[in-house]
């Protein structure tokens, strides 16, 4: 089982950004999949998520509005488009898989069972 992280870069505020999360070795339809971030010197925290159905997603309040999660299971990638971002928004982002799970646990990192390595966000002022 792997998940692979990609598409991080440098951008300035403001801009649009869209991170790859490639799921291999399993099949993406029954798993949760989430999106985290962890900032220098901060806890990793749960971003955006989705369900395994995509009828459910979940997104920190902090992004509520700018950032989208999406999946293609055909493709079994899920994808978090990141819009109007801000300079706080820079962390290494990291994409977890787990079992179906609620809304309200989604950001919960226990939850989850595989991690990909992360990729790195820089927005600029």
């Known amino acids: 089982v792997q998940l692979q992280a990609s598409g991080g870069g440098l951008v300035q505020a403001g801009g649009s950004l869209r991170v790859s999360c490639a799921v291999s070795?399993?099949?993406?339809?029954?798993?949760?999949i989430g999106w985290f971030r962890q900032a220098p010197g901060k806890e990793r925290e749960g971003v955006a998520c989705?369900?395994?159905?995509?009828?459910?997603?979940y997104y920190v309040d902090s992004v509520q509005g700018r950032f989208t999660v999406s999946r293609d299971n055909a493709k079994n990638t899920v994808y978090l488009q990141m819009n109007s971002l801000k300079p706080e928004d820079t962390a290494d982002y990291y994409c977890a898989a787990g079992p179906r799970l609620i809304a309200s646990s989604m950001p919960t990192e226990r939850y989850y069972d595989y991690w990909g390595q992360g990729t790195q966000v820089t927005v600029s002022s």
């Open positions: 989705i369900q395994n159905s995509g009828s459910v997603t």
């Open positions: 070795g399993f099949t993406s339809d029954y798993y949760t």
